[in-house]
């Protein structure tokens, strides 16, 4: 499996395995950039944070499409330095927004934040995804050692942190994403753990009220019907039921739910707060997901999940090589070079297809509108003139967008 050195061809398979997923992630992260900025529906919490998350994936990419340029051009060159450092400085922020986006579900299931104040936490993430990253790529550049030369160098595709400094790429580049990403895993199985019971519990919930709704929602038998009428005087914009009678209403507690058809009514006005109320709690209970979340809430969720998938997905193989590299040292793995050059500059591409998956309800709405836009401008355009003398049994005209031809 391992060998000395790569070869020419090697490299050379290598480079342009690199290069062409470096341009699809280039590709993505221009879409949910134009897009984010173009289209206001495409502004959701769940998409907020990977819009932030895409110029370090576009600056990254950067060095990617670099290649082995760098290293030809030379150890202290500029393009070798500045490769480098846009590596070192941009791939690590990729996975402190995933763990940025972790620690809001976790504020969110355990702390009870909503979107306004995640929302104003953002710029807060935007210092910290980027700037701890920012520190020590910047002090590797003025670092170095006469036996061992700059820090930046060397690192077999690109240049990076080089195989002379193995140690401390180590140090500075993998420990911290992997800690980064072994914090997100483990906000997610707390997330995962307490859905989990949530679920369990609605659950249990909605099959005691299967229980008691056995006859179409009538449980009781030999009912007898009472024609009542009432007199009331309801104000105008008043009579529609939405959620702002729902507020109105006095709270109804979990016993009268458990128990809903052991309820005492002294009259007409407790009856109809009692149906009013009940009508609440479905109207409620229909906004609620999995595990009683609220939409937002879920899709927040699944979109973060699956961020720190495809993490998952791009360092596994390139921590793997690391590791490989040493503990077999002077030894290279052409397939885990193979899959690091493959799978490490798709970070913009993985998230440009979470992001449309997260957005392909509003996608599809807005594909239908710009297909509604189109047809309504080939209709014929019908315009009606009434004619005031003859009143409004006078006569139509129309007239249409097609040329008319003389006879």
């Not at 502004?43 to 944070?49: D, E, H, Q």
């Not at 299931?109 to 936490?121: E, G, P, V």
């Not at 050692?145 to 140690?167: E, M, P, Q, V």
């Not at 580049?173 to 199985?189: D, E, G, K, Q, S």
């Amino acid at each position: 499996m391992g060998q000395n050195h790569l070869t020419d061809s090697q490299i050379h398979i290598l480079v342009i395995i690199e290069k062409t997923s470096a341009v699809l992630s280039l590709i993505g992260t221009t879409l949910i950039i134009t897009t984010f900025l173009s289209i206001k529906s495409f502004r959701k919490l769940s998409t907020t944070l990977i819009f932030y998350a895409s110029f370090s994936n576009v600056l990254s990419n950067v060095a990617h499409l670099v290649g082995v340029a760098g290293i030809r051009a030379g150890r202290n060159s500029a393009l070798c330095q500045v490769q480098a450092f846009l590596q070192q400085a941009f791939m690590p922020a990729d996975v402190l927004w995933s763990l940025a986006m972790a620690i809001n579900v976790y504020l969110t299931f355990f702390r009870q934040y909503n979107a306004a104040s995640l929302t104003r936490l953002s710029w807060k993430y935007f210092i910290i995804c980027y700037g701890l990253p920012f520190v020590p790529a910047v002090a590797c550049l003025f670092i170095g050692s006469k036996d061992r030369g700059r820090i930046y160098g060397n690192a077999t595709l690109w240049c990076r942190i080089s195989t002379d400094w193995a140690t401390l790429r180590v140090t500075t580049f993998y420990a911290p994403i992997w800690t980064a990403m072994l914090t997100t895993i483990v906000i997610y199985i707390l997330v995962g753990n307490m859905i989990f019971k949530k679920r369990r519990e609605i659950r249990s919930l909605y099959s005691r009220d299967k229980y008691l709704n056995t006859r179409n929602n009538m449980p009781f038998s030999g009912i007898k019907t009472t024609e009542v009428q009432i007199s009331s005087s309801i104000q105008q914009g008043r009579g529609s039921f939405g959620s702002s009678a729902c507020n109105s209403l006095p709270p109804l507690n979990t016993a009268a739910r458990e128990d809903q058809y052991s309820i005492t009514i002294l009259g007409v006005p407790h009856l109809l707060t009692l149906v009013m109320q009940r009508a609440c709690m479905r109207a409620s209970d229909s906004r609620l997901g999995l595990g009683g979340l609220d939409s937002t809430t879920w899709a927040y969720t699944q979109c973060a999940a699956l961020f720190a998938a495809s993490l998952l997905i791009t360092w596994v193989p390139s921590s793997a090589n690391r590791v490989y590299s040493l503990l077999s040292v002077g030894k290279v793995s052409y397939p885990l070079n193979i899959l690091s050059a493959m799978v490490l500059p798709l970070q913009g591409f993985w998230n440009s297809i979470i992001y449309f998956t997260t957005l392909r309800r509003v996608c599809r709405a807005a594909w239908d509108s710009r297909l509604s836009m189109r047809s309504n401008k080939r209709h014929i355009r019908l315009n009606s003139i009434v004619s005031k003398d003859q009143g409004p049994e006078g006569m139509i005209e129309f007239s249409t967008d097609v040329p008319s031809r003389s006879s």
